[in-house]
């Protein structure tokens, strides 16, 4: 994609060592690529996903399961001074009595259908809908996560012209268990692909402690089902110690226990750009996956067997969280223990460096846009409470940053069903 344009010598003087010369030594340049723009700074709430729609709106939204101080809202619109609106209204952001129902053992999720409770993405779709996907879970102030109730995990859907919610897909607990962590999603909107003629979405389910899998939802029925059921494709890899900034990362378990695994299932997730292949990666692991989309929209007899028939490991790549594509089939993907986003090639099967900056500080989530370049968050969230034995070292601003795509990359379009 680019060449590595200089690299940076230091010249060190030596001069109380009597004789020695000045030394050239080599060292890291720690920047790579084309420029980074600043496009918006957080000062609110701690972010995770960015939306952007043709026209040039950003959302973004901020989970309280993963910090239990974003309470005010769980979707916002950026606006140009950097800060935030609640969206589509404050009133859907505030669930009456709040996110969490202390009535149960444990307290779980609110079980409102119409409000948003945990949202852990936001994603305009290829006929410029945003779409939602909401967890149904937060956390209470002391961190523990709490369960979904039905009603809590579903798919809302946004007409951008109006601001209208157009759609709202509950899902069932068979599709979304209590446990789960419905984390990132995709779109196709090719009508032959369902009886519905609406297209479907693929989901990953990122839980911590529930099972892992991939899940498609028909947008038209709203039926839904999950594939690569708990297969180690989609699965934290035991014992995973990233290193970050030059800091290994632990998280504290319940037993309040250094203990080693940043433990996140299946979390990124992109579509090539003839929506035939899935491409998928944990944040618990350092390792890039595909399946063909067609075995994770059959859910017929033995369509479970045959999915993971199907998936292939293709490349080690670093760690990531989340992950995009563009009208080139460019797989775009975070290098978050390298400061660093790749490009996964399909059709050489090689990475490249995209881009190198030592601000980036995780690498959260990506989007490409109409007007050709990667937006992309960066959260700290490795500095947060969790992986610092309960001290959150996070320094607000986060950033939303943007490169130009290379290539004349786009996003893929489709026509609303
Ligand atoms: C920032 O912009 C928003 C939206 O235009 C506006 O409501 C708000 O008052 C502005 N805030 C400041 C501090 O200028
Ligand atoms: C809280 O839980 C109780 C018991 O399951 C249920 O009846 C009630 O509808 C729940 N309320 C909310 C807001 O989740
Ligand atoms: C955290 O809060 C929840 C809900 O109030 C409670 O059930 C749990 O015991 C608390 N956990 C710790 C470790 O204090
Ligand atoms: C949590 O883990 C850290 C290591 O990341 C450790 O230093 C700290 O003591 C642990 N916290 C508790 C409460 O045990
Ligand atoms: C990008 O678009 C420009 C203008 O249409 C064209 O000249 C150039 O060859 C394109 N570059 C690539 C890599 O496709």
Do not use: C
Not at 18 to 42: C, F, M, R
């Amino acid at each position: 994609m680019f060449s590595l344009q200089a690299f940076i010598v230091v010249a060190y003087g030596l001069g109380s060592l009597s004789g020695s010369k000045a030394q050239t030594i080599l060292s890291d340049p720690g920047v790579a690529g084309p420029p980074v723009e600043i496009v918006h700074l957080y000062y609110d709430e701690w972010p995770t996903g960015i939306a952007v729609s043709a026209s040039g709106r950003k959302f973004s939204n901020y989970p309280p399961a993963l910090d239990p101080t974003d309470l005010k809202y769980t979707v916002a619109e950026l606006n140009s001074n950097n800060t935030e609106t609640p969206y589509p209204s404050l009133e859907i952001n505030s669930p009456p009595g709040g996110r969490i129902n202390y009535t149960t053992t444990p307290p779980t999720g609110a079980n409102y259908q119409n409000y948003f409770i945990g949202v852990q993405s936001v994603v305009v779709d290829p006929a410029d809908r945003l779409w939602v996907l909401d967890t149904g879970r937060a956390a209470t102030p002391n961190g523990t996560m709490v369960p979904a109730a039905y009603g809590g995990p579903k798919l809302v859907g946004i007409n951008l012209q109006d601001n209208s919610i157009i759609k709202t897909i509950i899902f069932s607990p068979t599709a979304a268990p209590s446990t789960s962590y419905l984390n990132d999603i995709r779109f196709d909107l090719t009508p032959s692909l369902t009886p519905s003629g609406q297209g479907v979405a693929y989901i990953t389910d990122s839980s911590s402690e529930g099972t892992n899998a991939l899940i498609t939802v028909d947008l038209g029925s709203g039926a839904a089902w999950r594939h690569l059921v708990n297969i180690p494709a989609v699965e934290a890899t035991e014992g995973f110690v990233p290193t970050i900034w030059g800091q290994p990362v632990y998280s504290n378990g319940t037993t309040g226990q250094p203990i080693s695994n940043v433990n996140f299932g299946a979390d990124g997730i992109a579509l090539s750009a003839d929506g035939a292949t899935l491409y998928f990666s944990t944040t618990g692991g350092r390792r890039l996956y595909a399946v063909p989309t067609a075995r994770l929209r059959d859910d017929g007899p033995n369509s479970e067997v045959l999915a993971r028939a199907s998936q292939v490991y293709l490349t080690g790549k670093g760690l990531t969280d989340g992950m995009e594509s563009d009208s080139q089939d460019n797989i775009y993907m975070g290098n978050i223990e390298d400061n660093s986003i790749s490009i996964y090639t399909p059709a050489t099967g090689l990475l490249s460096t995209f881009v190198r900056d030592p601000r980036f500080s995780w690498t959260d989530t990506m989007s490409v846009a109409a007007d050709g370049y990667l937006y992309f968050t960066e959260n700290q969230l490795w500095r947060g409470a969790a992986y610092n034995g309960g001290v959150d070292k996070r320094v607000k601003p986060y950033v939303l940053f943007r490169v130009k795509l290379p290539g004349n990359g786009t996003k893929v379009t489709q026509p609303a069903p």
